[in-house]
């Protein structure tokens, strides 16, 4: 596609339910970004998958949050048992690798746990 | 502390004027420094890409610059246009990941 493509672009969901965020990424783009933006704070990084190499883990929060990426394209973003601290635009974004690709940001997923 | 902080948080400003927005960083190292603008709802779109090594950037009526030494980022908007109201997100590569700064809200009125 055109852009980085994200779904549900809103989700409200109640506090102990699972989640799927999905991500569909600009083709050809081997990198795969996902970050959390709570409100007024700045956009943390969650998790990074480059191509077939392990993805980058160490911003997930707790081991509620797990993502995965299938055929090295479409990614889900899993939060198991919703706490309402989770609430946040969660957003995706995709690159070339090499350092001065840009970036290009889906419109994010805004949850909401009630 | 964050490693990418941003001033001022939110700024006012009148159509047409000029502004500068402000980033200091302790990212070290890096490979580049972007500036991204992010309309409410949406995702961060990038306007500039300065490497360690380069002291400005001009995209448009965008203009960054970069001192590597006292670690400082600015962008300066000319002609600011309604259309400019966005937060403006400055953000540090390092290795494959982005460091972003908490980005400073700008609002421009007629």
């Known amino acids: 596609g055109a852009g980085v493509s994200q779904s549900p672009s809103n989700k409200v969901t109640e506090k102990g339910k699972d989640v799927e965020l999905r991500c569909d990424p600009i083709s050809g783009h081997t990198a795969l970004y996902w970050y959390r933006q709570s409100l007024g704070q700045g956009l943390e990084f969650l998790i990074y998958?480059?191509?077939?190499?392990?993805?980058?883990k160490s911003g997930l929060p707790s081991d509620r949050f797990s993502a995965e990426r299938t055929g090295g394209s479409v990614s889900t973003l899993t939060i198991q048992r919703t706490q309402q601290e989770d609430s946040a635009v969660y957003l995706c974004?995709?690159?070339?690798?090499?350092?001065?690709?840009?970036?290009?940001f889906g419109s994010g997923t805004r949850l909401t746990v009630v | 502390k964050n490693q990418v902080e941003q001033s001022p948080q939110s700024l006012i400003i009148l159509e047409g004027k000029n502004c500068t927005l402000q980033?200091?960083?302790?990212?070290?190292?890096?490979?580049?420094l972007r500036w991204y603008k992010q309309d409410t709802g949406r995702g961060p779109v990038s306007l500039t890409i300065?490497?360690?090594?380069?002291n400005t950037k001009s995209n448009g009526r965008y203009t960054a610059t970069l001192d590597a030494d006292t670690k400082q980022s600015s962008l300066h908007i000319t002609a600011s246009q309604l259309s400019d109201s966005a937060s403006y997100i400055c953000?540090?590569?390092?290795?494959?990941?982005?460091?972003f700064g908490t980005g400073t809200r700008l609002q421009v009125f007629p």
């Open positions: 998958f480059q191509g077939n190499s392990a993805p980058d």
């Open positions: 980033c200091n960083y302790t990212v070290s190292p890096f490979s580049n």
């Open positions: 953000v540090l590569v390092n290795t494959d990941k982005l460091i």
């Open positions: 974004a995709s690159s070339r690798p090499g350092p001065l690709y840009g970036y290009t």
């Open positions: 300065m490497t360690f090594s380069e």
